[in-house]
């Protein structure tokens, strides 16, 4: 339905004239009042639970994930080096973050080892052919595995959530 100009200026006219009281779902002037007395209006805001730490894990794993995918897609010559610092990175930050948060299980450091010598097997086979897809990508999902036990074992879903 298309109004011409003046159908619209006379619908706007009559809007403003005809005067409608809107009332408010609730009684707001018991808060008003106690703005006015305190000098300080309501507090409404709720606390945050954790979740600016989960969307900071959240957007570190995405970055990675982008990262290696820039990486491997390009194969470039020394894209293994730089994942390598890059993983390095984020794996010693995450380590620092929880360092001072008990772990949920004792056994996730001996996991830990286990990840690290499969990333050292697969950094070996790749001195071979450092431009092999295959490898690069079992590298970035070793990389992964261990950001990701890391997480799991100090900030589990059902602790965050």
Same mark, same amino acid.
């Given at each position: 339905?298309?109004?011409?100009?003046?159908?619209?200026?006379?619908?706007?006219?009559?809007?403003?004239?005809?005067?409608?009281?809107?009332?408010?779902?609730?009684?707001?002037?018991?808060?008003?009042?106690?703005?006015?007395?305190?000098?300080?209006?309501?507090?409404?805001?709720?606390?945050?639970?954790?979740?600016?730490?989960?969307?900071?894990?959240?957007?570190?794993?995405?970055?990675?994930?982008?990262?290696?995918?820039?990486?491997?897609?390009?194969?470039?010559?020394?894209?293994?080096?730089?994942?390598?610092?890059?993983?390095?990175?984020?794996? @010693?930050? #995450?380590?620092?973050? /929880? *360092?001072? &948060?008990?772990? $949920?299980?004792?056994?996730?450091?001996?996991?830990?080892?286990?990840?690290?010598?499969?990333?050292?097997?697969?950094?070996?086979?790749?001195?071979?052919?450092?431009?092999?897809?295959?490898?690069? @990508?079992? #590298?970035?999902?070793? /990389? *992964?595995? &261990?950001?990701? $036990?890391?997480?799991?074992?100090?900030?589990?879903?059902?602790?965050?959530?």
């Amino acid at each position: 339905m298309k109004m011409s100009k003046p159908e619209f200026e006379q619908f706007l006219n009559d809007s403003l004239n005809h005067k409608q009281d809107i009332s408010p779902d609730k009684d707001l002037w018991p808060g008003v009042e106690r703005a006015i007395a305190t000098g300080q209006p309501e507090q409404t805001e709720k606390p945050n639970h954790g979740w600016n730490k989960l969307a900071a894990v959240a957007a570190c794993c995405i970055a990675a994930l982008l990262t290696v995918q820039l990486f491997v897609g390009q194969g470039e010559p020394n894209s293994m080096m730089a994942m390598s610092d890059y993983f390095t990175k984020q794996k @010693q930050g #995450l380590l620092v973050q /929880y *360092q001072n &948060q008990p772990a $949920l299980t004792d056994n996730w450091q001996q996991q830990l080892k286990e990840l690290e010598e499969a990333e050292s097997a697969i950094k070996q086979a790749l001195e071979n052919e450092p431009e092999n897809p295959a490898l690069l @990508q079992m #590298l970035s999902q070793v /990389y *992964q595995q &261990q950001l990701d $036990l890391i997480n799991k074992v100090h900030a589990p879903k059902w602790q965050t959530i």
